[in-house]
């Protein structure tokens, strides 16, 4: 009964998320308007943590394995990639590595630039 | 064989994670980066589809099943984030400034890179949206005008490069801190790369769930604004 419980609560945050995806004329996806609401309702103490842990932490468990068909699904793009495939591989690549290095290292330079400040 | 196989409900869900199953295998025998599990598995499930003739759509038939829950999971990120909110309010400031960094170097940079390979504006505006999550970036190559598949290609890419390399890389540009690893992984790939964020650290794994919202959002404003400008 816990595992229905939580399950449904989950997918109702999921709908009221496509709800809102519908509404609102951004190109958000139902799952971010999700997690903000989840985000929301635990933090107001709305939901309770023990009302969603389980089913949750399995949900995030497996979600490698919701990766793999639309990953395979490359084959089909194939035609049309391979057009600029060089660039499509380097660009991602190479700006995977620029980004993480930025956002990296500027969360980083200001945390340990506070750490110190606070231990002076 | 090939009409049953190209049929059958479970055929391509089995094949997932089946070859899921041998990438853990080898992951753990011989723990090389390489051996990554989704990895693996993508690559046994096109040779095998390719071997028996089989086309995307029969396998998909079953095997999008597994995806049907990506966005309850996805909504479920918000609750290891909830666990770590002491460090999410500690370090707000820091996260905020490091993910809009991020989102303004992917900009940047691919804009430096798609001038280099002389791209058109449709391939350029196509690769735009290739660090954030598949949904927000399919809405937004949409809006722009690229080729949706393709930036799907290139997403799936870049999240895949994250989930194999995220670790690495980390160590590599010297990123030791578990609030800015987390950081950097979900900015730069996306719910791929945070699946594997999950297993490094709980720290990582939330802070990471946290950057994919907050990098998708800034990344629909600051694509809108630079397509706008040039």
């Given at each position: ?74 084959i ?45 | ?44 499930s096109i040779?095998a589809l390719l071997?028996l003739?089989i086309?995307?759509?029969?396998y ?171």
């Amino acid at each position: 009964m816990k595992y229905i419980k939580q399950f449904a609560i989950i997918i109702g945050i999921s709908f009221l998320g496509e709800i809102l995806n519908r509404i609102i004329p951004l190109p958000i996806p139902a799952s971010i308007y999700g997690m903000v609401i989840m985000f929301a309702a635990l933090s107001t103490g709305l939901i309770k943590l023990s009302a969603v842990k389980e089913t949750g932490k399995f949900l995030i468990y497996i979600m490698p394995l919701m990766f793999i068909p639309p990953s395979v699904k490359l084959i089909e793009s194939w035609g049309v990639m391979k057009e600029f495939l060089v660039a499509i591989i380097v660009i991602s690549l190479l700006s995977t590595v620029t980004v993480f290095a930025a956002s990296g290292h500027t969360t980083q330079f200001i945390i340990r630039k506070k750490e110190k400040g606070g231990k002076q | 064989m090939r009409d049953f196989l190209s049929s059958s409900l479970f055929f391509g869900m089995i094949l997932s994670v089946g070859s899921y199953l041998v990438g853990v295998y080898l992951k753990n025998k011989f723990k090389i980066f390489i051996f990554n599990p989704l990895l693996i598995s993508i690559v046994i499930s096109i040779v095998a589809l390719l071997l028996l003739d089989i086309d995307y759509n029969s396998y998909n038939n079953g095997a999008k099943y597994l995806s049907y829950l990506l966005t309850p999971a996805t909504v479920c990120l918000a609750i290891p984030l909830y666990e770590q909110m002491k460090q999410l309010k500690n370090n707000f400031t820091a996260i905020m400034i490091g993910i809009a960094s991020g989102v303004m170097t992917s900009a940047v940079t691919i804009l430096i890179l798609a001038l280099l390979f002389k791209l058109n504006h449709t391939q350029y505006v196509t690769l735009l949206p290739k660090s954030i999550t598949t949904a927000i970036g399919i809405g937004l190559s949409e809006e722009l005008g690229g080729y949706v598949a393709i930036t799907v290609s290139a997403i799936m890419i870049t999240g895949l490069f994250g989930n194999i390399a995220g670790e690495l890389l980390c160590h590599i540009l010297g990123i030791k801190h578990p609030v800015a690893k987390g950081v950097a992984i979900g900015t730069s790939t996306h719910v791929m790369g945070t699946a594997k964020a999950m297993e490094i650290g709980e720290i990582e794994g939330a802070m990471s769930s946290l950057a994919i919202a907050v990098a998708g959002c800034m990344t629909v404003l600051a694509s809108i604004l630079f397509e706008w400008a040039i």
